[in-house]
């Protein structure tokens, strides 16, 4: 059983904060996607309030405004959804093979070499993600049932119970928080898994993507310490989202300024959120290490850090 090691969450989420530029080609993919989805509808927009006869006396971003948006679109053209989640899906798994390479590897950052190792990796990656979807759909089926069960015997869930208990009762008791704790550590097993079947094919150079799939699945298993480690990672990227969402959600109505002011912050909070992403990929490179020797040896550009 692997142990986790002193500070390794510390380390990974040190590796998300100063990887700013990984972090930054991330983002840069989630605006070309969020573009394409409003795309449709921007000249609708602007033909409503491009010259602001409609928004005069109203502050900007205004529920009343944005309630408005929806006769917009019916004239203008609606937000479009598939094409977009598609090319995220497609992007995500090409600037997985970056986003490893610097997890793992030495020296500075150089965007030709992120792009390089994308696209090196892009294949194998989405093979690999397709291996693991099996995994995904026992980590769902387990709570699922779990969820089923308890549903049965009376006692509450999450998912199961029924809505005014959400307004007027506790929905956090005993019996729920511990289903939830279940499901974040079944997701955290499944999401693990990939990261590490991710660096293994960065790492070890390896092709056989059904091979890396089972490798990465048996370290996870004999890490159980490493996946609650990877499930209290993810609790705190979520609640660093919620904080960062509820400062956004703070902010008041008024001029173009704090629009201003208030894209920034709803940028910060999808920062954070691909900060994480990039710590997790480190935390799965850090239990590889501590684990398995390297099959391959890396140019000093990309050896692991080790």
Known sequence: MSRLRPGALRDAVGVGLREWRTVAVLLWANWAVAGLMIAP???????????????????????ELLLGLGPVATRGGTPTFLAPLLLLAVLQ???AGGVVWRTCARGPFRLGAFLGQSGRLMLRNARLSLW????????????????????????????????ETWVFGRPFGVWSVLHLAVVALAL?????????????????DVRATRRAAWRALRLVLRSPVAVAGYAVLGGLATLAVLLAARCRASLPEGNGGLALLALGVGQGVVWIR?????????FAAGLVERTTPAAVDLPPTERSTG
């Open 41 to 63: 509808m921007i000249p609708g927009v602007l033909d409503a309030y491009g010259h602001a006869p409609l928004a005069v006396g109203k502050p900007l971003l205004s529920t």
């Open 93 to 95: 798994t090409l600037l």
């Open 132 to 163: 693991l979807l099996l995994l995904l759909v026992v980590a769902a089926l387990v709570p699922a049932g779990l969820a089923l069960l308890m549903k049965a015997l009376g006692l509450p869930t999450l998912f199961t119970m029924p809505g």
């Open 188 to 204: 955290a097993l499944w999401r693990l898994s990939l990261d590490v079947g991710r660096v293994l094919l960065f790492r070890d």
């Open 274 to 282: 691909l900060a994480f992403q990039v710590a997790g990929t480190r």
